[in-house]
T-cell receptor, first 109, second 120 residues
Framework: GQNIDQPTEMTATEGAIVQINCTYQ??????LFWYQQHAGEAPTFLSY??LDGLEEKGRFSSFLSRSKGYSYLLLKELQMKDSASYLC??????????WGAGTKLIIKP | GAVVSQHPSWVICKSGTSVKIECRSL??????MFWYRQFPKQSLMLMAT?????????EQGVEKDKFLINHASLTLSTLTVTSAHPEDSSFYIC????????????????FGDGTRLSIL
């Protein structure tokens, strides 16, 4: 079966750095997406990785290792507004998105 | 760029009513749009994939006669929940995939703001 695993919840302090991990087992791979979803709102696209390595975009970076079936989202200089759920999604061989359950990130002052 | 508009954002109606939700790509053309449902504290669940000019592809367990999808143009898809019941109350979200040259299959999905549907 297809499976995306990410922690249910994480807590971090304002100004700090946090890494949210995602491991996956899917039938084929055509890229991995990270989305941010604030409570009661729709997801917002953050990043896309299809090749191994680190993609940096401002305070957010995303890393992919296809051989390990692993990705992480790194958030630096955390702000209170970063409190949200972060969804990992993998596109399989049929170009279908397989969604993780999301990681709820709580930022404390 | 890549703005998706979804309307209405909130609907409260009586059981048995049919509700139509619109999803528009405002600044790009979307051959493919997706309809999701999300219950509180749960992950997104894909209901159907909507392709412009053809019939939608429904996920297993989703009743196509109850959730009617129409994708008549490259910028508009609609979802109609027919004869809605309280168990249909949920957060419905559409997304549209931007086009990327000859193949847009791996382009990111951009989401509308969602429609919160409450059936009394």
């Amino acid at each position: 079966g297809q499976n995306i695993d990410q922690p249910t919840e994480m807590t971090a302090t304002e100004g700090a750095i946090v890494q949210i991990n995602c491991t996956y087992q899917t039938s084929g791979f055509n890229g991995l997406f990270w989305y941010q979803q604030h409570a009661g709102e729709a997801p917002t696209f953050l990043s896309y990785n299809v090749l191994d390595g680190l993609e940096e975009k401002g305070r957010f970076s995303s890393f992919l290792s296809r051989s390990k079936g692993y990705s992480y989202l790194l958030l630096k200089e955390l702000q209170m507004k970063d409190s949200a759920s972060y969804l990992c999604a993998v596109m399989d061989s049929n170009y279908q998105l397989i969604w993780g359950a999301g990681t709820k990130l709580i930022i404390k002052p | 760029g890549a703005v998706v508009s979804q309307h209405p954002s909130w609907v409260i109606c009586k059981s048995g009513t049919s509700v139509k939700i619109e999803c528009r790509s405002l600044d790009f053309q979307a051959t493919t749009m997706f309809w999701y449902r999300q219950f509180p504290k749960q992950s997104l669940m894909l209901m159907a994939t909507s392709n412009e000019g053809s019939k939608a592809t429904y996920e297993q367990g989703v009743e196509k006669d109850k959730f009617l999808i129409n994708h008549a143009s490259l910028t508009l898809s609609t979802l109609t929940v027919t004869s809605a019941h309280p168990e249909d109350s949920s957060f419905y979200i559409c997304s549209a995939r931007t086009q990327g040259g000859s193949d847009d299959s791996n382009q990111p999905q951009h989401f509308g703001d969602g429609t919160r549907l409450s059936i009394l």
